[in-house]
């Protein structure tokens, strides 16, 4: 389980900064950057905020609420445009960067999950594997989770046959059959290798 080692080590404030939506077919990249007290941190948070991924959605949400009465809270995306044009890593990046400048004040440290740091006006520390090791960017994954599905739910009411409000844009075997029906739409990867091999097999 995460704890507050990682920050405590690192000196405050230190921001958790996360991403979600590097592997879909569709959608934005989404980043959080997460600001958390470790000495207001309520209850339900400091026993239930864990990598995003290990939480069912219900959990995820949930633990999402909390962190909006108690955290501070930067988020940024990048766009499909972006992502075609900077690789996904680089809209990564971008995405990272928005986030923190959206956090309410600066920090002193941004601990970064993965080992490729984006540009930040602060001292970054990167941490494999850290949305299972820190708090705060286990609040993060948590918060650019949550904040993802939600973009893709509501592009999902205008491109209803794509599933999204359940797969949130990923691959899945209903993903590609809606393609193969319809077509990609403006928010598909089209440089990502199943898009572009339906594209040159004739579909879209």
């Known amino acids: 389980m995460p704890d507050f080692t990682l920050e405590r080590a690192a000196g ?24 958390l007290d470790p000495a207001t941190l309520p209850h339900l948070l400091a026993v239930g905020l864990d990598d995003s991924k290990t939480l069912p959605p219900a959990r995820r949400r949930e633990l999402y609420r909390g962190l909006l009465e108690c955290a501070e809270i930067g988020i940024g995306a990048a766009s499909v445009r972006e992502i075609e ?3 996904v890593l680089g809209a990564t990046l971008t995405a990272m960067g928005r986030a923190l400048t959206a956090l309410p004040r ?7 999950d993965g ?11 990167t941490v494999v594997g850290g949305d299972s090791l ?14 993802r599905d939600r973009i893709m739910a509501r592009l999902s009411s205008r491109y209803p046959g794509f599933a999204w409000e ?7 075997a209903e993903h590609r059959r809606a393609l193969e029906r319809h077509g990609p739409t403006p928010h598909h990867r089209r440089g990502f290798a199943p898009i572009r091999a339906m594209l040159e097999g004739g579909i879209g």
């Open 134 to 147: 820190s708090m705060s960017i286990a609040a993060a994954s948590i918060v650019a989770k949550v904040t």
């Open 115 to 125: 080992n490729r740091a984006p540009d930040l006006p602060c001292r970054v520390e």
């Open 12 to 35: 405050g404030p230190v921001a958790g900064i996360d991403e979600a939506g590097r592997g879909p077919w569709a959608g934005p990249v989404v980043a959080a950057a997460v600001i």
């Open 85 to 87: 044009e900077d690789n």
């Open 166 to 172: 359940r797969n949130a844009g990923y691959g899945t």
């Open 106 to 112: 600066r920090p002193t440290v941004a601990l970064v």
